[in-house]
Every structure is written in structure tokens, then in C-alpha cells.
């Protein structure tokens, strides 16, 4: 037996992840039992520090601003962007565009900031439980659509429970219980990228508003990118992106110590950040990451954050994805037992609005992949640089942003044929 967990809750949410916090305290806010199983036990080390500035009226609605205003947290004003040649693109800095305080947003240290997300979950009224691994979902099979149930519950005294429940909140990240049980999982045909990544100390930061600026860089020859993240503890999060067969097939050597060496030395605009720098933890690797759930839920049961899917860390969309399906189940998880319909329809009715942004977002990685330039795009379209701007901002969910989609295909249509007709022609 595990002493301390209720038997039932309307609620579980399995994983104590952003994404999990946000749904569990918004469905508690509106008073329902909400219980939270989080297998490790906080802080604990977690990749993706930056935030973008439409997670700020998540975070309102959770009613964390003001311990966010009050975090040791850099303050991130810009997202800005250096070419293969190492030369700096005009930054797209938030409040120029939409002069509020929503466009100040942070770069946050994930063991602190999930920690925060987590304590502020428990005093508003969720059952926080931490080191309570979920061994499985409980399904009903008796109708023929399998319906959860609840969960079965290992301590870390080894002791096991099961607790019944009349929603399951699938928040256990990329391992995702429910998607990998039911085989759910669709891998992206397109975004087969892998990424090495560690932290510097001394690394250059800018100063003002551009301290806290996350700074895209591309690799010389355009094979890759990196992402440069200043924290508040001193150092900086500094990570490759690329193909997956270009970063570990094809290379002499498999050490992804020295493949994040060879791709340092091949980024102009990385290098004097880092020249009186030093290394200061391991190098960490994740492997073909992008992927989704076939559907966002079932009958008595809901998929949020990476439990879901995962896009690309290109624009730092992970915890805007995580916190806005957070609230977007939590909503429809709330509708749904006011109205005593716990369906795979009712608990999943917010899918196709956040898929829609999820789209949106994943267009704008591909066509980065394929070559697009952020600067080339803005001269030629000097009026749409503010729904640029909204889409690095993370207003994925407006539609009035696809008056960029022509112009992208436009640019897409004209680089094809640059390309082709330089492929046609004989080399003297």
C-alpha cells in the first residue's frame, strides 16, 4: 500500500512538468480534485530555458508573475539571428512591436522555474505527490474504446496502489504513457534533427535589453544552427541543431563531445562569444525528438505537452506548447465534468485550435531548414514583419498570421527555380 494518496480523484495528472502544473492548477482553481504523481522528485535537471512572451498570459492565469517579477530570472527581450558569415540580422525585439509589459518575458533555469511551477500547482489546491512513479494507466476495455481509469501508483519504498479517477492527465513527457500504450506516435517526415548541447561560464552577454536575447547562429555551412541562452547563474545554454545522419552518421567519430567541438569550430558567430569561456557541465545529446500524437485524447483520458508531441527548439516554442495545451485541456477537462461527459469529443474539443498554431509554428521551422532569411523576407515584405514578429512572440493561435503563408511560398517557388536553373548550367 502507499500511505498518503487518495483512492480517488476527479483529476490525475501524471508528471509534474510545466505542462502538467499548468493543467493541474487550473482545473483546481475551479475547485475539483486534482492529484499530481511526479515520479522524480524537484529540482531536477531539465533542457529548454527560454521562454517566449505569449506564455505570459498562461502564467497570468496561473497566478505566477509575480513570483516570476520577483525570480532571479535574465529578463528576454529579443530573439536575433546570425547567418553562416557570422553577421548579426536586425533583432526582433518584442516591445517594438507590441509596446506592453506581456513583451517582456525570461530565460529561466528549468530546475527552478518547474520547481516554482509545481509549489505554486500545490498551494493552489492540487495533491502534489513527488516520488510516485505511474506503472501504468488503468484501462476499461469492456465497451470495446478503452476508457481510463484511473492509475497504478509505485513509491519509492516500493509499495503500489491503484486510484481511480474520472480524467487522466497525461503529462509524462516524451515518453508519453498513454501515446506509447495505445501507439499513438507519429514521427515528422521532415524534422529528423538531433542536438548537442552543454553550458558555458564567462561566456560574452549582451548588456540592456539585449542581456538576455536568445541568438539563433547558423553553422558556416548552413548544415545546422545554434541556440545561445544566457541564464541567471553565471552561464550561458549553448546547443547544436541538425540533421541527425549529418550530426552521427556521417563523421569518423561517434564521441558527441568531439562532434560539439567540430560544430563550434564551424559557427562564425559563436566562436568569440565563447573565446574566454570554459565548459561548465556535460555534454548532453537528444536524439530524433520531433513527433505528435495521432489525437490529443481518448474516453477519460488527455495528452498534454511533450506527452502530445514535440516540435524543434528553433524559436523556443517547448514550454509555450507546454503551458497553452496545459490550459487549453484544462479548460476542456473542467467543461467536461460540469457537464458529466468525460468523451474522447469533449475532453479533446481544444485539438484543433492548438494544432492549427502548432502548424503554424512548424512552418515557420521548415522553411528555416529550407534556407529562409529572416532579413531577405522582411525587405521584400516590409508590412509583414509584424506577424513575423507575432509568430516569435508565440501568437500561433490568430489566424490573421497566415497572410504570411503566399508570400513564404512565393520565396519557396522563386529559390527552387534559382536552384534548379544553377543545377542546369554547364560549368566551363
Sequence with gaps: MVSGLPAHSEVIVIGGGPAGATAATLVAQHGRSVTLLERERFPRFHVGESLI????????????????RDSPFVEKHSVQFVNEKGILSEPFYFHDHKPQESSRTWQVVRSEFDEMMLRNAAAQGVDVHEGMRVREVLFDETSGTP?????????????????????VVDASGQGSMIMSRLGLRA???????????????????????????????????????????????????????????????ERTTKDPEA???????????????????EVAAP?????????????????????VGDAFGFLDPLYSSGLLLALKSGQLAADAVTAALAAGDTSAAKLGAWGPEYIRGLER????????????????????????????TDLLIGDLFN????????????????ERSRLAGAAATPRG
Design 283 to 303: 555534454i548532453r545529446v537528444a536524439k530524433e525528438y520531433s513527433y505528435r500524437s495521432s489525437t490529443v485524447s481518448g474516453d477519460g483520458w488527455v495528452l
Design 399 to 414: 489566424d490573421r498570421v497566415d497572410e504570411i503563408v503566399e508570400p513564404l511560398n512565393a520565396m519557396r517557388r522563386e
Design 147 to 167: 476508457r481510463a481509469t484511473g492509475v497504478r501508483v509505485q513509491d519509492e519504498s516500493g509499495g503500489v496502489c491503484d486510484i481511480t479517477a474520472d480524467v
Design 53 to 68: 512572451p505569449e506564455t505570459f498570459w498562461v502564467l497570468e492565469r496561473l497566478g505566477m508573475l509575480d513570483r516570476m
Design 187 to 249: 514521427w515528422d517526415p521532415e524534422l529528423k534533427k538531433a542536438a548537442i548541447w552543454t553550458y558555458w561560464k564567462a561566456a560574452d552577454r549582451g548588456t540592456g535589453r539585449d542581456e538576455g536575447a536568445t541568438i539563433v547562429m547558423q553553422l558556416d555551412d548552413k548544415q545546422g544552427w545554434f541556440w545561445y541562452i544566457p541564464l541567471h547563474d553565471g552561464t550561458v545554454s549553448v546547443g547544436v541543431v541538425a540533421g541527425f545522419d549529418y550530426l552521427f552518421k
Design 361 to 388: 509554428m512548424r512552418r515557420l521551422v521548415c522553411e528555416f531548414y529550407e534556407g529562409f532569411n529572416f532579413g531577405k523576407f522582411v525587405q521584400r515584405h516590409p508590412h509583414l514583419k509584424g506577424h513575423v
Design 259 to 277: 562532434i560539439y567541438f567540430e560544430e563550434v569550430a564551424r559557427c562564425p558567430g559563436l566562436q568569440p562569444k565563447i573565446a574566454a569561456a
